[in-house]
């Protein structure tokens, strides 16, 4: 609460005393704020909204604010950093971070083919939208299609630590490539995160001790570390005016999240006095390898943009839970579970098709104004269980840009979930965001 | 008495045509070693997908705020000017790309090219002056 408090009246006064823009000093400052306002209707869901817990009350939770510096202090050389605070319902609290850090080297290697090195937290340039998830100004839809922009995944996909290279090559009549990768890390925080709740939820679990069922649930993480973390994409330009292509990938392995799960016997059953009692060992959850690739599409014809993506991830997992010791209890003998590991695979895919336009016939202001529509479709698959789970959903936006920094726009959105025993719940989820920037 | 509407039809002719034929320029500051440019050079240092020129110096964009030569120059890159505006937005918070220098008249671009190496810009071919150099688009 405090960085937000500081942060707000820093970004009202820089834009306030234009000294957004000092290039005769060869740096720039820029920065934004949105504030959004999201409502849940019927059976929420966990990606309704970044993992908030079921609610239907509306919240103003729901917001970004940023503020960058980016300077060229020499020939070919751009350093800059991005300070963000965003609360997204229970994660965030406006807390600031650096969203993104870094030093970027140009080498220019010939006519229509150069290099640039980058050092420092960067941008994953994951998918067509990924890096501009925060940027509400870049798109009319309040959230992005999350069958691909998974909120699970938000602190993950959105930059990484290390080093990247990408090149600009101009294939003539064929039109250009971006071509990029890089090999780095990942922090993520042991004590809050949409990806962090992700590990937390693999220390639910239900243990058969023959008389009963051990419930377990994590008590907290020491550490989540991710020892690899690595990416590429290809992005082509093609001939066609406004039509361009992107395949990308990320890989991760060894990521590992090791803390304390609480277990608790059953509360009823055959273990009398005891029922209930509750006891402490280790967890270990360990990521062997983690795969995503997204291939996409997007054509931008005059006021109209049409894009599809689709995603695919792997990865494998395993659960390693410490012995359990539950002493006598009475005339109740002691239960002793020996430890285990449990192995696990999973893949998921998911795909969207969107189409915005910007009536740009209208006059005045509301020439900015722009609809969506998306479809989504997860499956998730465990071949050890075989059960799979989809969600659909549909979405129509609008934005309305006020003047030139400062719009507002609503979203509603459908969804319909399937669990993997077929049962389906329906949810409504209605938005409103306000952005300006500098 | 025929003679001076003569001379005005032939003044208003004139001035029509000179309206009519005014051409917009590419001008770059006046110590700069580019001689031309091709049509997607001009795409690429407008849109932020070069950030250097050919010698390794930064290229510095300045754009109008509004205006016939803006649109003009808005049509040559097959861009409108949310699309123009919001391409650059992703380049700069996403620490790509440093935002476009905005002026309010023809006479400031001119004169903000004039003093700033490196620095590119689109106006009447008219206003073009010492100090810049129009360069052909090919």
């Known amino acids: 609460m405090r960085s937000r408090l500081l942060l707000i009246p820093s970004l009202a006064l820089l834009a306030g005393t234009g000294v957004a823009q ?17 409502q849940t209707d019927g059976d929420a869901y966990e990606g309704g909204w970044y993992g908030r817990d ?15 510096v980016v300077a060229t202090p020499i020939d070919r050389l751009r350093i800059g950093a991005q300070f963000i605070a965003y609360d997204l319902g229970k994660y965030g609290n406006d807390e600031l971070q650096i969203d993104w850090a870094f030093g970027e080297y140009l080498i220019p290697i010939s006519d229509g083919f150069d290099i640039s090195v980058v050092a420092g937290r960067f941008k994953t340039g994951h998918a067509f939208y990924n890096d ?32 990247q290279v990408n090149s600009n090559i101009d294939a003539g009549g064929f039109g250009s490539f971006i071509v990029s990768g890089f090999l780095g890390t990942q922090n993520i925080d042991e004590d809050q995160g949409p990806l962090r709740d992700v590990f937390a939820s693999g220390a639910n679990q239900s243990i058969n001790i023959g008389v009963g069922f051990l419930t377990t649930e994590l008590k907290n993480f020491d550490y ?36 304390t799960m609480t277990a608790t016997l059953p509360v009823s059953g055959f273990l009398g006095a005891s029922s209930g009692q509750s006891t402490e060992t280790s967890i270990d959850i360990v990521v062997d390898h983690w795969f995503d690739i997204t291939l996409g599409a997007e054509y931008v014809w005059s006021d109209l943009t049409i894009a599809a993506e689709m995603t695919s991830q792997y990865y494998t997992a395993k659960t390693i839970t410490g012995a359990l010791d539950f002493p006598p209890f009475g005339a109740t003998p002691g239960v002793d579970q020996a430890g285990s ?46 059960a799979s789970s989809y969600t659909r959903t549909g979405a129509v936006a609008l934005r309305y840009d006020i003047v030139d920094h400062f719009l507002i726009k609503g979203e509603f959105e459908r969804v319909q979930e399937t669990s993997s025993s077929g049962a389906r719940v329906y949810g409504n989820i209605f938005s409103l965001k306000t952005t300006f920037d500098f | 008495m025929r003679i001076p509407l003569l001379i005005a039809l032939v003044s208003l002719v004139a001035v029509s045509a000179s309206t009519a034929m005014a051409e917009e320029t590419v001008i770059l500051n006046g110590a700069s070693a580019v001689a031309g440019l091709s049509e997607d050079d001009l795409k690429d240092y407008y849109l932020g997908k070069k950030s250097s020129w050919p010698d390794g ?20 890159l097959g861009k409108s000017n949310s699309q123009f505006t919001t391409g650059w937005k992703k380049l700069v918070f996403t620490g790509k790309g440093a935002m476009p220098e905005q002026v309010g008249s023809e006479d400031d671009l001119v004169a903000f090219v004039a003093k700033t190496p490196g620095s590119i810009g689109f106006v009447d071919a008219a206003k073009a002056k010492e100090g810049v150099k129009a360069v052909p688009v090919k």
């Open chain 1, 22 to 38: 000092a290039m005769d000093l060869g740096f720039q400052i820029h920065g934004f704020a949105s504030q959004g306002y999201v």
């Open chain 1, 54 to 68: 079921t609610n239907n009350a509306g919240s103003f939770e729901f917001n970004e604010f940023a503020v960058n």
């Open chain 1, 132 to 163: 501009y998830r925060d940027l509400d100004m870049t798109r009319t839809s309040v959230f992005l299609p999350r069958s691909v922009y998974s909120a699970s995944f938000r602190d993950f996909f959105l930059a990484a630590n290390g080093a």
């Open chain 1, 224 to 259: 989540i570390r991710v020892e690899n973390f690595n990416g590429a994409h290809l992005e082509w330009a093609t001939p066609l005016e406004g039509m361009r292509l992107k395949v990308s990938s990320l890989y991760a392995d060894n990521m590992e999240a090791s803390g």
């Open chain 1, 341 to 386: 590991t449990t192995n696990l695979a999973n893949r998921t895919l998911g795909a969207y098709g969107s189409a915005t336009y910007q009536l740009s016939m209208l006059p005045g202001a509301w020439k900015r104004l722009g609809v969506f529509g998306a479809f989504n479709w997860d499956r998730s698959t465990n071949p050890y269980s075989d």
């Open chain 2, 57 to 76: 110096s930064k290229v510095v964009v300045v754009v109008l705020k509004e205006g016939a030569s803006h649109e003009n120059l808005l049509s040559k």
